[in-house]
Every structure is written in C-alpha cells, then in structure tokens.
C-alpha cells in the first residue's frame, strides 16, 4: 500500500538512498531537512543528487510550528536528522544536545500531544554508541575494552588489550548485544534519540516498537 513518508534529514547520504528505494515503491515522499552547511556547504536549495519527485521541504526540525504542520497528514517518518561528528561533539556541546536530543523530543512531543494520522515512526541510531567495537581475548572470550589511554597513544601503541588480563584482543563484528558506552556527546544524543522514540512508544502502544 501507498504511503506519505516524511523523511527528516533526507537529503543527508542515508537519507537520499533511503528516499530512492521508498520512491521504488512508488510512496508519496517529503524531504524535511535544513541543508546543514557542515553537511551539504552553503547551498539554499536540495543537493543534485536528491531525488527530484519528492516535496522538499527546507526547515529545521527545532521549529516546532513547521514541523507540526508538515505532519499533520503523513503516515510514516523516518527519523534521520542529527547533528554529526563525534569530536565536533566535544566542544559544541549545546548544538549536539539542542539538535539530537531536543529536537527527537520536539518530534515525539508533537506525535503525543498533536492530531496526526502518523502510523509508525523509525530512528537511526548510530554503531557510536557501543564505544569500541566488538573484541574478543584469547583466554577471557568476549571483552569490552574502553578507548585507548593518554599513555597508550603517546606510546604509539594503537592496538587494545584485554581489560581484564591485558593481553592483546581480536576485533569481531560488534552486535547489538553488545552494552552500549557512550565516549562522545554524539553518541549519548544518538543513544538519547533511540531510548527516547522506544520509550515513547512502548507508553502509547504506537509504531511498532519490540
């Protein structure tokens, strides 16, 4: 069935392929994204490569008035937009926490509180917030190391050691089982973002949440 999907952030790289597939589908698609110059440079208007069959929508998703009108009659969100860099994140923490997390909260304040029709909502997360990846040691089988030291870089030694027998591990692929550990303000807001569009719709029974 033909849906109107609102795309927040669309116009970003995930977004734009994303967008390509759902057009494939032939759904009715709504970009709402505001061109951040630190991702697309100083253009006003959508990137070349975004799908031209899309209403494009240039907004910012802290705006809650336009936001809220734009979704008034959509069906599906995908939830894209966030501010991006993990050591950028370091030194302009309130553009991090107002973006990611303030602005997940404007959009889930609205779907709770504002007439829509919206039938499901999905977020992406982000692999920053499992901190390292997966690793395994020899003798203690899956470990969690925690990110290099001050010592440990300026010895030029780039390689983890075990946290509990400090041997040297193997990196394996990272799953979702994996306990999360935010080291940056992005992965925290990307964490915040997932935790709080889980929580939201566990509470109200919406969106399909597990």
């Known amino acids: 069935m033909t ?16 967008i390509d597939e759902l057009l494939k589908q032939n759904h009715e698609i709504v970009v709402y994204d505001n ?41 599906v969100i995908y939830h894209l937009a966030a501010k ?47 901190g390292e990846g997966g690793y395994i040691c020899e003798k203690c089988g899956k470990v969690n190391p925690e990110l290099r030291g001050i010592k440990q870089l300026k010895d030029v030694i780039w390689e983890l050691n075990c946290p509990n027998c400090q041997k040297r591990v193997n990196p394996i692929p990272t799953d979702e089982k994996k306990p999360q550990n935010c080291t940056s303000i992005y992965a925290l807001t990307k964490k915040e973002q997932e935790k709080m569009c889980l929580l939201i719709g566990k509470t109200y029974n919406k969106y399909n949440c597990p």
């Open 3 to 18: 849906k109107k999907i609102l795309v927040i952030g669309g116009a970003g790289f995930i977004g734009s392929h994303l």
């Open 35 to 75: 061109l951040d110059p630190q991702v697309h440079g100083n253009i006003s208007k959508p990137p070349n490569y975004l799908a031209k069959d899309v209403d494009f929508i240039l907004a910012d998703v802290l705006d809650k008035k336009k936001l809220t009108k734009t979704i008034e009659d959509i069906d």
């Open 84 to 130: 991006v860099g993990v050591g950028q994140s370091m030194y302009q923490i309130d553009d991090y926490v107002d973006v990611n997390t303030l602005g997940t909260a404007r959009l889930l304040n609205i779907l709770v509180n504002e007439p829509n029709d919206v039938e499901k909502l999905i977020i992406a997360s982000s692999m920053a917030t499992y």
